[in-house]
């Protein structure tokens, strides 16, 4: 049985909060959240026995170690109110106000969806639901934290949800970790993750650990001592700690080729200094007493890594022979190291400008991406944009001024332009690199100084979109030109009504009265007259449609999208026969049952009835019951047909949510056959009749509608 350690109470968790909030109104927002989550999750448990208000409790206790604000604490003691509780997005709102029911809807949003497969579809699809959620980068701490947790009771999930968790982790929430610096976090799920899905190599390293932990323990005491004997004999002030390096730290050096036996430098110290000199001074003291391994010192403080992360490593020659790796840092730069951006709220204040300034910057990305992601209507491309500069390597190149810039592999002068302004990046016509003139789609290399110059009169060109690698630039180069186009459309969409109403020899002013004014708005879903003059000048509508939906059609958008399904000509009972492999024969009735409606890629069986052939039914459907009538059938790989389904889709009532779902089934293989809705009080519930080749699209279509913001969920149903 797992060994479980004793869950956190709020009173310890309290006293160490009570050392990090700066205003007791903080810790009055937070003892509110405890107590409105402890009243929504009484008397329930989790998996592993532990009462409910433990989990929200670990998950604020881990988010508390890395000095997050009083708002992430609160969110996190909330985080599964909505999702684990008859709790009310309103409800939240009303109590705790609009920043804090933000973040717990996207949470929730996030905590709903799961892969779906191992693909690197799926993966690529969850992170940019992930990403597009998180609108604030808070909401990603709370995930961490929470898997965190999660992971840490794994245990109490059977081994098959064990390992579909661990995988969900690695690919896609410890890349996301890692991003984002969050070391503490990240080191942890690594361990966990291969614990569950390589359980005997987990342990192997495990047991060779222990057999010799004593005198491994003894190498690290003994080595601390000598090295704090330099040190302070050198007047420098310091701390020092030993460890025995991570399993997972040590199962990827065994990975890369190496035996247990030839893994050396399985012992690290880390040394905590007060100034960035003091770092030099100790290392240079250090390799003259221990005779450094060639080529295996590394400066991250002149040249930090990606994630902000900074320190000096070396690796030497200890007691006895061993190798030992060694890290020297300051007491912030390890605050940086294993927090990250959530940091960035402890430096709000007290923090070096060059550190704000870098998280600032990571920070602009991360908001960049998100922006991307609302432009952005392929898959395709934001995978590759989340790929190329949230996911990717980075340099750090400089202005004059000696400012850092981060920018992501391969970047130009107009990605380092935009990066220090929207305004800069508009008006550069040229760039030096190193004093050196450059083409402005030269791709800049870690460590360039880089000058801008610009012009006032100058403005972005349309080939620059052919070269630049930010999002931050893409978008703006593209705001700029949407601007002047948005400026040609509505006066263009201006003169198409004009002409339509003067071809059919109407008044303008008895055609654009006030109430149908607001009748276009609202059955075309725009903002505005101004917005519905883009749109048609767009020639997203006609303006025949338009005028028809004054005088003629009474009927908003939606009501033409469901006449469109009922009066679908394909809507006609089809017969499955090539689409099925049935056992023994190849002319046979084939039908899909309509009590399951089983499609591509389900687990299925055949019934055999006295007229009607064979009718096939999901393996689980609750009316099979062992009969000599079932026979075995397959689907058949090659067939590309679509079939049935039939969907539950539960909205908040008032929010026209049809054309948000129409919309998302037009951008997949889905094609709604029906629809029905049902009122449910507060709520309308849809159900849906859908088309689809397979499982994974239909997956991917309800993934997709539980990310609609005022849809509270969507699945699959037996009809």
């Known amino acids: 049985m797992e060994q479980k350690n004793k869950p956190i109470t709020y009173d310890e968790l309290y006293a ?3 050392k990090i909030m700066k205003k007791d109104e903080e810790l009055d927002v937070i003892n509110k959240a405890y107590t409105f989550a402890l009243e929504k999750h009484k008397d329930k448990k989790r998996k592993n026995g532990d009462v409910y208000i433990s989990h929200p409790l670990e998950v604020a206790n881990i988010l508390s170690d890395l000095n997050v604000d009083y708002i992430t604490i609160a969110c996190a003691l909330l985080h599964e109110t909505l999702n684990h509780s008859e709790t009310t997005l309103d409800e939240i709102r009303k109590n705790f106000g609009e920043e804090i029911s933000t973040i717990i809807k996207s949470i929730s949003k996030i905590n709903k969806l799961e892969l779906s497969d191992n693909k690197d579809s799926s993966v690529q699809y969850l992170r940019k639901v992930l990403v597009g959620l998180s609108e604030d980068v808070r909401v990603l701490f709370i995930k961490l934290a929470d898997r965190l947790h999660n992971m840490r009771t794994l245990y109490a999930l059977s081994s098959e949800e064990q390992k579909q968790k661990a995988n969900e982790t690695a690919t896609v929430l410890i890349p996301i970790a890692s991003r984002l610096g969050i070391n503490s976090i990240k080191g942890e799920l690594e361990d966990l ?13 495990l047991d060779k650990l222990e057999a010799s932990r004593e005198e491994l323990n003894e190498l690290l005491i003994e080595m601390k001592e000598n090295i704090s004997e330099i040190l302070t004999s050198n007047g420098i002030k310091f701390q020092i700690k030993g460890r025995v390096k991570s399993v997972h730290s040590l199962y990827n050096k065994m990975d890369n080729g190496k035996r247990w036996n030839d893994i050396y430098d399985i012992l690290a110290l880390r040394v905590f200094v007060e100034t960035e000199q003091d770092c030099y001074a100790t290392i240079g003291l250090i390799h003259a007493k221990f005779r450094p391994m060639p080529r295996r010192f590394k400066d991250y403080i002149a040249n930090p890594k990606e994630n902000m992360y900074q320190s000096l490593h070396t690796t030497i020659f200890g007691v006895e022979g061993n190798l030992f790796e060694v890290q020297v840092r300051t007491y912030e730069m390890d605050e940086i190291a294993e927090k990250g951006i959530a940091s960035h709220w402890s430096y709000k204040e007290k923090g070096s400008v060059k550190i704000q300034n870098l998280m600032e910057q990571k920070l602009e990305m991360f908001r960049n991406i998100i922006e991307q992601n609302n432009e952005t ?3 395709m491309e934001f995978a590759s944009n989340l790929n190329e500069e949230l996911l990717s390597d980075v340099i750090y190149c400089f202005t004059p001024k000696g400012d850092v810039i981060e920018l992501p592999k391969h970047a130009t002068p107009i990605d380092f332009a935009y990066r220090i302004h929207s305004g800069v990046g508009d008006r550069t016509i040229g760039a030096l690199v190193n004093d050196q003139i450059v083409p402005l789609n030269y791709e800049l290399q870690d460590g360039d100084i880089v000058k801008i110059n610009t012009a006032k009169e100058s403005s972005p060109k349309q080939d620059w979109l052919n070269f630049v690698k930010t999002s931050q630039a893409r978008s703006k180069i593209k705001a700029f030109f949407n601007k002047q186009d948005r400026v040609h459309y509505i006066e263009q969409g201006k003169n198409l009504l004009e002409k339509e109403i003067r071809r059919r020899k109407l008044s303008y002013n008895e055609v654009l009265t006030d109430e149908h004014i607001n009748k276009l708005i609202k059955d075309t879903h725009t903002n505005d007259l101004e917005e519905l003059y883009l749109s048609l000048g767009a020639l997203q509508f006609t303006p025949s449609y338009l005028i028809n939906l004054i005088y003629e059609d009474k009927k908003d958008v939606v009501d033409i999208y ?9 809507n006609k009972e089809k017969k499955y026969k090539d689409d099925i492999l049935v ?10 049952a309509k009590c399951c409606r089983p499609i591509k890629g389900d687990k299925i069986v055949g019934y055999i009835t006295k007229g009607d052939g064979v009718i096939v039914h999901k393996s689980n459907c609750p009316n099979i019951k062992e009969s000599s009538r079932l026979i075995s059938v397959e689907w058949n790989e090659n067939t590309n047909s679509s079939f049935l389904a039939e969907l539950s889709v539960k909205a908040i009532k008032g929010n026209n949510t049809l054309l948000s779902i129409f919309t998302k089934a037009s951008q997949k293989e889905i094609f709604i056959e029906t629809m029905n809705s049902y009122d449910e009080g507060d709520y309308i519930r849809y159900i849906l009749l859908v088309k689809t080749p397979n499982t994974n699209e239909l997956d991917l279509f309800i993934n997709e509608l539980k990310a609609i913001n005022d849809i509270i969920e969507a699945e699959r149903t037996i009809a």
């Not at 006449?563 to 394909?570: G, I, L, T, V």
């Not at 056992?583 to 899909?592: E, F, W, Y």
């Open 16 to 18: 160490k909060l009570v």
């Open 377 to 379: 209507t392929s898959d």
């Open 562 to 570: 469901l006449a469109k399904c009922s009066q679908n000509p394909n």
């Open 193 to 205: 993750c291969l614990r569950y899905t390589k359980p005997d190599v987990y342990q192997d390293i």
């Open 583 to 592: 056992a023994g024969t190849n002319d046979i009735l084939v039908s899909m």
